[in-house]
Nanobody, 124 residues
Framework: QVQLVESGGGSVQAGGSLRLSCAASGVTSRSFCMAWFRQTPGKEREGVAEITGGSSTYYADSVEGRFTISQDNAKNTLYLQMNDLKPEDTAVYYC??????????????????WGQGTQVTVSS
């Protein structure tokens, strides 16, 4: 049984940093696609960053160069390091896992497993 639990959200001023964590159980990291999505009220959920095969990474244009996705296989934990945060990064961030995915496409329908979400708020 796959279970994903996010942590690390919070409030920060623009230009600041946060690191999100996602503790994953029932997931073999190298054989799963792992990703972070985010959603703001009234908008569709969007893909932010994805890691496949344990090492290939993909990013949305809006976060490229500021966010870094990584995973610690020993701890079965996925991370999202977010630097130079902007008010438009404010959202609920979700960790997600898929047994297969279209790399870099952030197709939600491939992601079968989701965490409960963690709020990130960036003030100007």
């Amino acid at each position: 049984q796959v279970q994903l639990v996010e942590s690390g959200g919070g409030s920060v001023q623009a230009g600041g940093s946060l690191r999100l964590s996602c503790a994953a159980s029932g997931v073999t990291s190298r054989s799963f696609c792992m990703a972070w999505f985010r959603q703001t009220p009234g908008k569709e959920r969007e893909g932010v960053a994805e890691i496949t095969g344990g090492s290939s990474t993909y990013y949305a244009d809006s976060v490229e160069g500021r966010f870094t996705i990584s995973q610690d296989n020993a701890k079965n934990t996925l991370y999202l390091q977010m630097n130079d945060l902007k008010p438009e990064d404010t959202a609920v961030y979700y960790c997600a896992a898929a047994r297969a995915c279209v790399r870099g496409a952030f197709y939600e329908r491939y992601y079968n497993y989701w965490g409960q979400g963690t709020q990130v708020t960036v003030s100007s």
